[in-house]
Nanobody
């Protein structure tokens, strides 16, 4: 079992930055691939970024590539999402998730554990 708690969301103007954190507890954090997803009102949950446990390799949605950076600190059992150059279309609830594989990291159904989410609102 893994418990995930997100923090760091808030209201920011377009062009600004936020850093989300996801603190994990329970099972061995270092053996989980960690992902960030987001869901805007009226839309489906979508993949944002992920970082594999095996080699720390990363993957990003095209919409956030070159603006967002995912990282992890296994000593602190925490994964981060640095978000720069934010746009109004980045407004959503952001969820942290964990899974034990490294294959289907863009697929929400592959993740075993989820946090409750943190709201990010970007004003124009």
């Amino acid at each position: 079992q893994v418990q995930l708690v997100e923090s760091g969301g808030g209201l920011v103007q377009a062009g600004g930055s936020l850093r989300l954190s996801c603190a994990a507890s329970g099972d061995i954090f270092s053996s989980f691939t960690m992902g960030w997803f987001r869901q805007a009102p009226g839309k489906e949950r979508e993949f944002v970024a992920a970082i594999r446990w095996r080699d720390f390799s990363t993957d990003y949605a095209d919409s956030v590539k070159d603006r967002f950076t995912i990282s992890r600190d296994n000593a602190r059992n925490t994964v981060y999402l640095q978000m720069n150059s934010l746009k109004p279309e980045d407004t959503a609830v952001y969820y942290c998730a964990a899974e034990k594989t490294t294959m289907r990291i863009r697929i929400s159904g592959a993740y075993d554990y989820w946090g409750r989410g943190t709201q990010v609102t970007v004003s124009s």
